[in-house]
């Protein structure tokens, strides 16, 4: 990691990279509010060698330890990375209520659903047209069919979209319609599927795998940022762990944990980690005041005739009070929801 001074100059920063290039390490060039970071990705010798120290406009060299570099908390400082979606921002005093159906059923669901959590001042709207199912029997979503129904449900409500890719072969429709691509626990560590999402430029939430640790989590997502794409964000789902009383154990220690490993903004998902509706308003309050910087909930209108995971979707009527008791408890973490509204206004 190169931090460059204060006051250099573009032309030093240039400088510096070209060096690095020249070596035949990657140059990955961070610009924070007081300084900018120069990461050198590859043979630690080489870039050594080139006696960067001392040269204009540099200020130290120190390498980073962890084998996740770029995901690392240190390539910035300690300073949080802050995405900005569809004018939305993620990350930092910004808060991201993301909401919309386990799976996209039909129109009137799906743009029911979405006017709905719009009115309540959700800042994304997830909805799956692709779903990952334990059973080669039960419904796998609407693929392509599903994709153009979140795009209507974009447009009538303005609303960027979140919704899951599995395989590599359907990332082109995909990109047309997603503004965020989610990456589900069994695909945490598809490294192929992450590389490509690197390589796509659109930003990612990945989730964590059913049994992986926090460090497994970080090096997946390293394999998106290698690639150049930087808008990466993580989700605490709930791990497997001996408990049966719930599906999943929501681990919420892994927030401020990841806070102090990583700058990259952290989701957390009550939904799949309850299993059950009545414990998603108590997870979520619970995620919102540790410091997390969102959550992804689903919502239905009628959860007692959804085609898949009724039992854990809160039910669109009481949604707009549930949104304004997770606003509550972000508060206390000193974040707010992110809303173009919001954005609009403090602009």
């Known amino acids: 990691m190169i931090v ?23 140059a990955h060039r961070i610009n924070g509010e007081e300084l900018t970071v120069i990461g050198a990705l590859g043979d630690r010798e080489h870039v050594q060698k080139l006696e960067l120290e001392g040269s204009p406009g540099v200020e130290k060299l120190l390498p980073i330890q962890k084998p996740y570099k770029l995901a690392s908390s240190q390539i910035r400082h300690g300073e949080p990375s802050v995405l900005e979606i569809g004018g939305r921002k993620i990350g930092g005093d910004n808060f991201a209520l993301i909401a919309g159906p386990c799976t996209v059923e039909s129109r009137e669901q799906t743009l029911g659903t979405a006017a709905t959590v719009a009115a309540a001042g959700v800042t994304l709207f997830r909805g799956g047209a692709y779903k990952p199912r334990t059973s080669p029997y039960a419904f ?28 590599v072969r359907d990332l082109e429709p995909v990109l047309e319609v997603a503004d965020v691509i989610q990456i589900g626990a069994r695909n945490m560590q598809n490294y192929t599927l992450l590389t490509e999402l690197g390589r796509a430029g659109r930003p990612v939430l990945l989730k964590r795998g059913l049994s992986a640790t926090l460090e497994e989590l970080l090096n997946a997502s390293e394999y998106i940022l290698k690639e150049g794409n930087e808008a990466v964000m993580l989700c605490e789902r709930g791990i497997r762990t001996f408990e049966t009383a719930y599906r999943f154990t929501l681990d919420l220690t892994a927030v401020p944990v990841l806070k102090e490993l990583t700058h990259l903004p952290i989701i957390v998902d009550p939904s799949h980690a309850a299993g059950r509706r009545d414990l998603v308003q108590p997870l979520s309050l619970a995620a919102a005041a540790v410091g997390a910087d969102g959550i992804i909930v689903e919502v239905h209108p009628n959860p007692d005739e959804a085609i898949c995971d009724g039992p854990q979707q809160l039910v669109a009527a009481e949604f707009a009070a549930y949104a304004e008791k997770v606003a509550q408890a972000a508060a206390v973490a000193g974040k707010t929801i992110s809303t173009l509204a919001a954005e609009a206004t403090a602009a």
């Open 4 to 26: 460059m001074k204060q006051d250099a100059t573009e032309e030093e920063i240039q400088a510096v990279i070209e060096r690095v290039e020249g070596a035949g390490a990657r």
């Open 140 to 167: 796998h979503g609407l693929g392509q069919e599903g994709l153009r129904l979140l795009a209507e449900a974009k447009r009538e409500t303005g609303l960027p979209i979140v919704t899951e890719l599995m395989d």
